[in-house]
Every structure is written in structure tokens, then in C-alpha cells.
């Protein structure tokens, strides 16, 4: 799943004519582009997708966003280790038990896993 994160800038460097940041996601740290908001400024945040910051946002709303991405489970699933993942298994959402839509409760536990 690719998700819009918000995240902070932490430093800005123009690289082969590109502006360029390292931006913290809630303790991961990527490198983004600043081209689509080309006055961020270090400290600020913004909404990333796809390593494009994509539009200013608050601090306050940055926060509260991340926490409950965290909560969440979905900064460990777009940020985590691929690898580590693999060697882990199957994470732990692609495996819950989900009613079948349509199915009627009646006739059994009918469950497809996802």
C-alpha cells in the first residue's frame, strides 16, 4: 500500500539542479523531493507520496497523523524491512480472518483469508 505521510524536512540540499531533503517520517529517515513545493523550509512538514513532498502541512496535523499511522500499524508496513518481512513470513494483517461479503452468518463460519 503507498500512503501520503506527512514528515519533516531536516536539512535541504539542491542536487543536479533538484531540491532535495532528508525528511523524518516519525524516526525513519528518507530522501524526498521538494520540487512540487519549492519554498518548504527545514523544519516544516509536508505530505509525502512516492519520495514527492506534495503539500505543507502543520505541525500539530503532521503529529496526530503520524501517531495514529503508528497505531495503526501502517508506518512499519510502508516503511519497514522488506527483507526482514520476508524472512518473518506473511505480516500479521495478511493473515486475519475476514467475512466473505454477502455470505450469510448463518450457514457457517464462511472466511476468506486475504
Known sequence: MCLAVPGKVLDIEERDGTRMANVDFGGVVKEVCLEYVPDLAVGEYAIVHVGFALQR??????????????????????????????????????????????????????????
Open 57 to 114: 502541512l502543520d505541525e500539530e496535523s503532521a503529529r496526530k497523523t503520524l501517531a495514529l499511522f503508528e497505531e495503526l500499524g501502517l508506518l512499519q508496513e510502508e516503511f519497514g524491512d522488506p527483507w526482514e518481512a520476508a524472512a518473518g513470513g506473511a505480516p500479521p494483517w495478511a493473515t486475519e480472518a475476514r467475512a466473505v461479503p454477502g455470505a450469510d452468518s448463518s450457514d457457517g463460519a464462511r472466511e476468506a483469508r486475504q
